[in-house]
């Protein structure tokens, strides 16, 4: 088939223009190491691990940058072990990482407290300047920059959801890490929030991981009607907690959908996750192309999740009131 001059004009045009933007969008050059850093436990073992570094994997090739071409990613896990973040941190920085990226916020305050020249991307933190972790949204200044949320108002929104879907209900606990000066504060304002809706909350708190079925127990002990879990504690301790509320029929409301997705969760309220872990990779395509994370906003997410497990309602006798599905974003049946 022969092609017209014209054809062939627009083929060389359409041809250097493609290798342009493939040029832009994978720079050539040494291979950039990007530190991924989380409290979480590792994909082999965590399902929800494995579906966010997919997310963030997915948003990465999205701008052209590819594990083994132009990119190399040093994973550290703690696995729940909070005290382990600030040697995982220094390890990153010992390497020279181009950036860290990090999710929550003991996380992000150990990868601050390593270094303060490596850029610093947060996948999702909360009150970010309520805690000090960086001067304002719109310039955060210094070293970090990223995503942030509201977790304790998050929090207040999921304590009336329960309250609206079991409205005998009276007492609810909460595991959580006491050794974090956020979480205090958090459950603090969880306290609040729950003596408004005429619930009473018991302080499940705890500071290693081996305490997690000693204060499970406590809570049968006491008779808590339900258990409210927040994210940064379901992703180390998913399976632990499942097998707990499924043993001790105990419905689970959570700040993480793969407790509802993947466990024995009855509801999720929360940020989607798995979006988050996509979207930051623009933040990771900036900064290593010269952009400073002093100068990048940080955004607030888009994407609120509510889930519901049919299943897990049936399993335990509840029903799920019309007015909690309809504002349902995902429904498993």
């Known amino acids: ?8 004009i627009m083929a060389l045009t359409f041809s ?3 290798s342009s933007l493939q040029a832009d969008a994978q720079p050539a050059g040494k291979i950039r190491r990007i530190g991924f850093l989380t409290l979480n436990a590792p994909p082999e073992s965590s399902a929800d691990s494995a579906a966010r570094v997919a997310a963030f994997r997915q948003g990465l090739r999205e701008f052209g940058w590819l594990e083994g071409q132009n990119i190399a990613i040093e994973y550290r896990w703690a696995a729940g072990r909070s005290d382990r973040l600030s040697a995982l941190a220094e390890e990153l920085v010992r390497l020279q990482v181009d950036l860290i990226v990090v999710g929550g916020n003991p996380v992000v305050k150990a990868a601050k407290q390593a270094t303060t020249t490596i850029p610093i991307v947060m996948t999702l933190a909360a009150d970010v300047v ?3 972790l960086v001067a304002s949204l719109a310039q955060p200044g210094g070293n970090i920059t990223g995503r942030s949320d509201s977790a304790i108002e998050l929090d207040g929104k999921l304590l009336e959801l329960l309250k609206e879907t079991l409205p005998q209900v009276t007492r609810v606990a909460i595991p959580w890490d006491s050794s974090d000066p956020y979480s205090v504060r958090r459950f603090t304002a969880a306290q609040d929030a729950a003596r408004a809706l005429g619930l009473t909350l018991q302080s499940l708190a705890m500071q290693h991981p081996d305490e997690l079925e000693r204060v499970l127990e406590a809570a049968v002990q006491e008779r808590a009607d339900a258990l409210v879990v927040w994210g940064v504690m379901y992703n180390p301790f998913g399976p632990r907690i499942a097998v707990f509320a499924a043993t001790h029929r105990v419905p689970v409301f959570s700040g993480n ?7 024995f969760g009855l509801l999720a ?5 798995i979006d988050t872990h996509r979207s930051v990779a623009s933040y990771v395509d900036r900064i290593l192309k010269g952009a400073q994370p002093s100068d990048l906003p940080i955004e607030r ?7 519901i497990n049919l299943k897990t309602a049936e399993a335990l006798g ?5 007015t909690i599905l309809f504002q349902a974003t995902r429904v498993i049946r």
């Open 257 to 263: 959908a793969a407790a509802v997705e993947q466990h």
């Open 301 to 307: 997410p888009q994407h609120i999740d509510l889930v």
């Open 130 to 132: 309520e805690t000090g």
């Open 318 to 322: 509840i029903t799920i009131p019309p």
């Open 269 to 273: 309220y929360n940020v989607n996750l």
């Open 16 to 18: 250097a223009l493609a």
């Open 1 to 8: 088939m022969r092609i017209s001059p014209i054809g062939f």
